[in-house]
């Protein structure tokens, strides 16, 4: 069965400070591997997505993840963060054929001045 | 292009009562989900729609929970009798495929609230 682990549950960063939001994966095969973003009484909107190829991934809002399969890792990264970044992060690994997405319980991020 | 709308946004009800949540995907939109998030949970499927019929329910405790997807488009979720467990938001869902690479919409959410 798929997992994702979250290690992070809250983390606090400076506005205009790098951004680093960890996830581990279990999955058997090559896993389909996606962030999500949830600001405050928003559904999840898709900030970026791996299937395949490259393994540095760009995505919207100037994010960018980086699977690495020998860490069964798929961090979120950003570097200058914004106050209007503050929001709930996802990320879910997905099984071939039809959508079957797990998510993993989420890091709520801080944005201070 | 409209998103996934919900309603209502929030609901409050007393144990063992009923409550239904409604959702119009995406126009186009063949494949409809609904997830079940849980205060400090990622968001966990509940039901899957491919058009009309029913692609996995899995995780949908049938017991209390029941949905439909009448003509394929607009779809209901319900909660016969309800319990404190289920308080969570629940959310729809669209994407055009059922795909796992095909991007699923969602919508703002119905937030539950059972005491």
Redesign the interface.
Same mark, same amino acid.
């Given at each position: 069965a798929q997992s @994702?682990t979250q290690p992070d549950i809250h983390i606090t960063v400076s506005e205009g400070a790098s951004l680093e939001l960890r996830c581990n994966y279990s999955y058997g095969a090559t896993p389909?591997l996606f962030w999500y973003v949830q600001s405050p009484?928003? /559904?999840?909107?898709?900030l970026l997505?791996y #299937?395949s190829g490259d393994t540095l991934v760009q995505g919207i809002k100037g994010f960018e993840a980086e699977f690495k399969r020998s860490q069964s890792s798929f961090n979120l990264r950003k570097p200058s963060v914004h106050w209007s970044d503050a929001a709930e992060y #996802?990320c879910?690994v997905?099984?071939? /054929?039809?959508?079957? @997405?797990?998510? /993993?319980? /989420?890091t709520k991020l801080q944005v201070i001045p | 292009e409209a998103g996934?709308a919900q309603s209502p946004r929030y609901k409050i009800i007393e144990k063992r009562q009923s409550v239904a949540f409604w959702c119009n995907p995406i126009s186009g939109h063949a494949?409809l989900?609904w997830y079940q998030q849980i205060l400090?949970? =990622?968001?966990? *499927?509940l039901i899957?729609f491919?058009n009309n019929g029913v692609?996995?329910d899995s995780q949908l405790p049938k017991d209390r929970f029941s949905a439909e997807r009448l003509k394929g488009v607009d779809s209901t979720l319900k909660i016969q009798p309800a319990k404190l467990e289920d308080s969570a938001v629940y *959310?729809c869902?669209s !994407?055009r495929g =059922?795909?796992? !690479?095909?991007?699923?919409?969602?919508?703002? =959410?119905t937030r539950l609230t059972v005491v």
């Open positions: @994702v389909y009484g928003q /559904g999840l909107q898709l997505k #299937f #996802f879910a997905g099984a071939e /054929g039809y959508q079957k @997405v797990t998510f /993993g319980t /989420g | 996934v494949t989900y400090g949970q =990622g968001p966990k *499927l899957q491919q692609v996995d *959310l869902a !994407s =059922g795909r796992v !690479s095909t991007e699923a919409f969602f919508g703002q =959410g």
